[in-house]
C-alpha cells in the first residue's frame, strides 16, 4: 500500500512553460485534492474532486487545470507557468465521511 | 484578515517543556478543527482531530476547542525532540474536504 505517491519529486522550468504533477493513490478514496504551500501562507486549495469526472475548483485555481477520468490519478496541469507558481505542490486524498487527509511528498517546482 | 491566524514562530524550548500552539479563527460556522504535523520536506499528516467544543487528548497531545472565543489549542507534555516539526491547524464547516489552513508555527524541541 504505496498511499498518495506524488512525482515529480523536484521541478524547474522556465517562464511560458507547461508541465504536468502526477498524483496517484491506491486507498480508493473518492475525494482528492491539490494544495499549494508557500511560506506564511499555510495550505491553500488549488482544485479538488469528489469522483471520477468531477472535479472543482478551490481558492487559487487560475493557472491550473486538472481532470480525473479514475479513481486513482489526479493530475495537475501547469498550462503557462510563471514565477508567482513557484511553491511546493500537495495532493492529498480521503473518504466521504473520513477527517484525515492524506498527503504525498510534495513536488517542489521552481518556475525561472 | 484570514479566516485562520496562526503565529508562524519559530517557538524553541528546551526538551521536557510543556509546550503551547494556538490558532484563532473568525467563522463560527466552523465544527471540525484538525491539528497536523509536518516534517521538513514531508507531506502534513493528521495529529489529532475534535469536532464541535471540548478537548481530546491522546498519549502526549491534547487538543483544546473554545468556540465561544473562536479559540483552538494544542498541548503537548514532556516534549521531544522528535516533536520539532511545523504544526498546522485546520477546520471546516460540515466536513473534511474543504479545510481552512493556518499558515503552521515551527516547533524546535532543543535537547
Known amino acids: 500500500n504505496a498511499g498518495v505517491t506524488q512525482t515529480p519529486k523536484f521541478q524547474v522550468l522556465k517562464t511560458g512553460q507547461s508541465m504536468t504533477l502526477q498524483c496517484a493513490q491506491d486507498?480508493?478514496?473518492?475525494?482528492m485534492s491539490w494544495y499549494r504551500q508557500d511560506p506564511g501562507m499555510g495550505l491553500r486549495l488549488i482544485h479538488y474532486s469528489v469522483g471520477a469526472g468531477i472535479t472543482d475548483q478551490g481558492e487559487v485555481p487560475n493557472g491550473y487545470n486538472v481532470s480525473r477520468s479514475t479513481t486513482e490519478d489526479f493530475p495537475l496541469r501547469l498550462l503557462s507557468a510563471a514565477p508567482s507558481q513557484t511553491s511546493v505542490y500537495f495532493c492529498?486524498?480521503?473518504?466521504?465521511?473520513?477527517?484525515?487527509?492524506?498527503f504525498g511528498p510534495g513536488t517542489r517546482l521552481t518556475v525561472l | 484578515q484570514k479566516e485562520v491566524e496562526q503565529d508562524p514562530g519559530p517557538l524553541s524550548v528546551p526538551e521536557g517543556a510543556i509546550v503551547s500552539l494556538n490558532c484563532t479563527y473568525s467563522?463560527?460556522?466552523?465544527?471540525?478543527f484538525m491539528w497536523y504535523r509536518q516534517y521538513s520536506r514531508k507531506g502534513p499528516e493528521l495529529l489529532m482531530y475534535t469536532y464541535s467544543s471540548g478537548n481530546k487528548e491522546d498519549g502526549r497531545f491534547t487538543a483544546q476547542v473554545d468556540k465561544s472565543s473562536k479559540y483552538i489549542s494544542l498541548f503537548i507534555r514532556d516534549s521531544q525532540p522528535s516533536d520539532s516539526a511545523t504544526y498546522l491547524c485546520?477546520?471546516?464547516?460540515?466536513?473534511?474536504?474543504?479545510?481552512?489552513w493556518g499558515a503552521g508555527t515551527k516547533l524546535i524541541i532543543k535537547p
Open positions: 492529498a486524498s480521503t473518504s466521504p465521511g473520513a477527517y484525515t487527509q492524506y
Open positions: 485546520a477546520m471546516s464547516k460540515d466536513s473534511n474536504y474543504q479545510l481552512i
Open positions: 486507498m480508493n478514496h473518492e475525494y
Open positions: 467563522n463560527s460556522a466552523f465544527q471540525y
